[in-house]
């Protein structure tokens, strides 16, 4: 029983951590592409 729990919570984990890597990523291209818009304004 217990190992059935382990098994869906570490394949939730995996979701939820690829969930938030893609979320940073994103977040990152963001942040440069402010940044190239503010550098290109100069």
Known sequence: MF???KDEFDE???DI???I???L???QKEK???ENKKEEEK
């Open 21 to 23: 890597n893609k979320m």
């Open 25 to 27: 990523e994103k977040n």
């Open 32 to 34: 440069e592409e402010k």
């Open 17 to 19: 951590l690829n969930s």
């Open 3 to 5: 190992n059935l729990v």
């Open 12 to 14: 939730n984990a995996d």
